[in-house]
């Protein structure tokens, strides 16, 4: 099952959704595998690299929403400072490595609005994967 195109595709899924919480993993890798493997099924990858990587984003914005108030001296404070600056569109940047996470995190602890917040996320998530799958 895992062998096939469709196996794979959950493989892709599981691989960005992991990527995107505090589990240290690339899921660039994965989908540039996939991709070399069934260029036929690049839609349905990018899809669905982008739709875990923003579900797993969201999740860290969930836990976020639940951290207690005297947990904010341990967010990152650049994540902080650009969320207050810029609001969601601070999310846009939620795929780079290792600042993306305390975004995510931090977006959900301000109480930035989750759907403008899910909207850039998803935004630049998709962004990136488009560039990998163009290399």
Same mark, same amino acid.
């Given at each position: 099952?895992?062998?096939?195109?469709?196996?794979?595709?959950?493989?892709?899924?599981?691989?960005?959704?992991?990527?995107?919480?505090?589990?240290?993993?690339?899921?660039?890798?994965?989908?540039?595998?996939?991709? %070399?493997?069934?260029?036929?099924?690049?839609?349905?990858?990018?899809?669905?690299?982008?739709?875990?990587?923003?579900?797993?984003?969201?999740?860290?914005?969930?836990?976020?929403?639940?951290?207690?108030?005297?947990?904010?001296?341990?967010?990152?404070?650049?994540?902080?400072?650009?969320?207050?600056?810029?609001?969601?569109?601070?999310?846009?940047?939620?795929?780079?490595?290792?600042?993306?996470?305390?975004?995510?995190?931090?977006?959900?602890?301000? %109480?930035?609005?989750?759907?403008?917040?899910?909207?850039?996320?998803?935004?630049? %998530?998709?962004? %990136?994967?488009?560039?990998?799958?163009?290399?």
């Amino acid at each position: 099952m895992l062998l096939t195109p469709e196996g794979g595709l959950a493989g892709v899924f599981l691989s960005a959704f992991l990527a995107a919480t505090v589990v240290p993993f690339s899921s660039e890798a994965v989908l540039f595998a996939y991709l %070399r493997l069934h260029p036929e099924q690049s839609v349905a990858a990018i899809a669905l690299a982008t739709l875990g990587n923003t579900a797993g984003g969201m999740t860290s914005y969930a836990i976020g929403r639940f951290l207690p108030a005297k947990v904010q001296q341990k967010l990152e404070p650049r994540a902080l400072g650009w969320l207050r600056r810029y609001g969601a569109a601070a999310t846009l940047l939620a795929w780079l490595p290792v600042i993306g996470d305390a975004l995510c995190v931090a977006a959900g602890w301000l %109480r930035i609005a989750w759907l403008p917040a899910l909207l850039f996320m998803a935004a630049g %998530r998709l962004a %990136r994967y488009l560039v990998v799958a163009a290399i």
